[in-house]
Each structure stands twice: as structure tokens, then as C-alpha cells.
């Protein structure tokens, strides 16, 4: 266990990660709710169900990043990422911008696995939330 001051100088850097991870879970409910909602044609029978459910993975990975951000004692975001939301009916872009948001969420998990130390129970928690993000990338790529 540390208990000098590169502690809490890790510790402020996976609140920092742990809370941009928070923000694009914010923004990825928000886009895909929004597909959800504009979705339009024969594709939206399979689409909205698959926009629906992915905004609600968003919902249930905030509520876990929440939480670790707590149990570290740090202050949890309540505004989304500001990066924009390309509002589009067209079903190809809205799998685009998904694709890119699944991406980016990936990539910022890896770096906050990296970040973990001395706590199992964060970094199960926190690695689900990574394969989670690393098959809708999958998903998205098969559909595009
Ligand atoms: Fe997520």
C-alpha cells in the first residue's frame, strides 16, 4: 500500500479518467437515444430496439463508473461529454457515430484499467464495462 503523495496523485488521475469515461457514457445515452427516436424506414425495426438497448448499456456503465468515482472519494460528473451529437435520420451515419463512440469509450477503459491498483473488485467491475464496449464495436462493425 502507498501512502505517500504519488497516491494521491494516481488516484486524482483515475478520478479524472474514471470521470471522462462518465461523461461519454452521458453522451453515448444521449446519442442513442436520440437515434432511437430518429430512426426511420424499414431499418428502424432492428435499429430502435439495438439504439434502445445500447442506451441503456450507456445508463447501467455511468451507474458503475458513478460508483467507483464515489468508493475513490472523488466528485462524479453531471454534464455529458461536449463532444457534438451529428444529428442524421440517415441509418449509415448514426452507425458511424456509434462505431466512434464505442471506440473512444474502449480506448478510455483500457487507459483506466491501467490506472487500477489494489482493488480487485474496481477492476472487474471496470474490465466488464471494457469487453462490454469492445463487442458493440463488434456489433456495429458487423452492421456497417
Ligand atoms: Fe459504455
Do not use: C
Request: aromatic share 10%; hydrophobic share 40%.
Amino acid at each position: 500500500m502507498q501512502t505517500s503523495a504519488s497516491y494521491f496523485m494516481s488516484n486524482k488521475e483515475l478520478i479524472e479518467k474514471l470521470n471522462g469515461g462518465l461523461a461519454w457514457e452521458l453522451r453515448a445515452a444521449a446519442l442513442y437515444s436520440h437515434y432511437s427516436a430518429y430512426v426511420k424506414g424499414i431499418h428502424r425495426l432492428h435499429l430502435k430496439p439495438f439504439f434502445d438497448e445500447e442506451a441503456s448499456e450507456s445508463h447501467m456503465h455511468a451507474e458503475a463508473v458513478r460508483l467507483a468515482i464515489v468508493k475513490l472519494g472523488g466528485v462524479a460528473v453531471t454534464n455529458r461529454d461536449s463532444t457534438e451529437i451529428v444529428h442524421t435520420t440517415d441509418y449509415n451515419i448514426m452507425l458511424d457515430e456509434s462505431l466512434k463512440t464505442e471506440q473512444k469509450a474502449a480506448e478510455g477503459y483500457a487507459q483506466v484499467l491501467s490506472l487500477i491498483k489494489d482493488d480487485e473488485e474496481m477492476y472487474d467491475s471496470i474490465e466488464q464495462i471494457y469487453f462490454q464496449e469492445l463487442r458493440s464495436v463488434e456489433e456495429v462493425t458487423q452492421l456497417l
